[in-house]
């Protein structure tokens, strides 16, 4: 089981907003900052030593197959195919879809290509199907939101990073990685740290964050962001239809009106 799925699956109905640069802290608070991200770090590393330990403990009871090193959170089916790095879907020059899925596939039929889902989630139209992954090295999730009436909509892989590895490194790996595959689309990037600060901890704190987006002008209106948002402990990778860029921004319009 994904662990917040419900706030994972909130947060896959928007596409995260390019970062604008937020007022200098004063050098005064500085110190303060300093000191709340040791905490924060701190809180992070143990979080973490608490997970590996839950693991291991789960993993002692479990049958001899998880026991052998599989994933013990769920069972996955079989045909469940091995998770690899897939931006491009057909060609470089379109974003046609989310990890080699095509833009408008049926839910089922993610199935029946991705295996069943670690976790499933319906609401009112939506399907949110979500997968354990790994990718550039790290533990990732992979969150497809299908329409019942139009497909799938969304894709979004969550990564994460550790303190060692740092921010920064997994966030450049998939920048690259995307940069590889569609070399004519000129990504837009924003980027700000308002503490004095290593960067990774401004981001810790809530005080940096980071985006580089592809907007696609030949697939009216596709979109693939790289996010680390202010206080996360993950990248994300935000893979936007068509289809799901233009419903948000009718659902723009008619907030407008009141």
Not at 124 to 148: F, P, Q, R, T
Request: glycine residues 6%; aromatic residues 8%.
């Amino acid at each position: 089981m994904l662990s917040a799925s419900a706030c994972i699956c909130a947060a896959l109905l928007a596409m995260p907003p390019l970062i604008v640069a937020q007022g200098t802290v004063s050098l005064s608070s500085q110190a303060e900052l300093a000191r709340a991200a040791d905490s924060v770090r701190k809180a992070y590393r143990d979080s973490l030593k608490s997970s590996s330990n839950d693991q291991a403990t789960s993993s002692g009871s479990a049958s001899p197959v998880a026991r052998s090193g599989a994933p013990t959170s769920t069972v996955l089916s079989q045909s469940q195919p091995k998770p690899q790095l897939q931006f491009a879907e057909q060609s470089p020059r379109f974003i046609r879809g989310f990890a080699g899925i095509p833009w408008g596939t049926w839910p089922a039929e993610i199935i029946r290509k991705k295996g069943k889902p670690d976790t499933r989630r319906e609401q009112s139209d939506l399907i949110y199907l979500g997968y354990e992954e790994s990718l550039v090295g790290n533990e990732a999730s992979a969150w497809y939101l299908a329409s019942k009436r139009h497909g799938l909509l969304k894709g979004v892989y969550s990564v994460r990073f550790n303190l060692e590895q740092g921010c920064e490194t997994v966030f450049n790996q998939l920048v690259e990685a995307i940069k590889a595959k569609y070399p004519e689309i000129e990504p837009k990037e924003s980027r700000y740290n308002d503490t004095l600060l290593d960067f990774c901890d401004g981001v810790m704190i809530g005080h940096a964050g980071w985006t580089v987006s592809w907007y696609d002008p030949a697939n009216n209106g596709a979109v693939i962001g790289v996010a680390l948002s202010p206080g996360a402990r993950k990248v994300q990778v935000h893979y936007q239809s068509p289809a799901f860029s233009s419903q948000s921004e009718n659902s723009k319009k008619s907030d407008d009106r009141f």
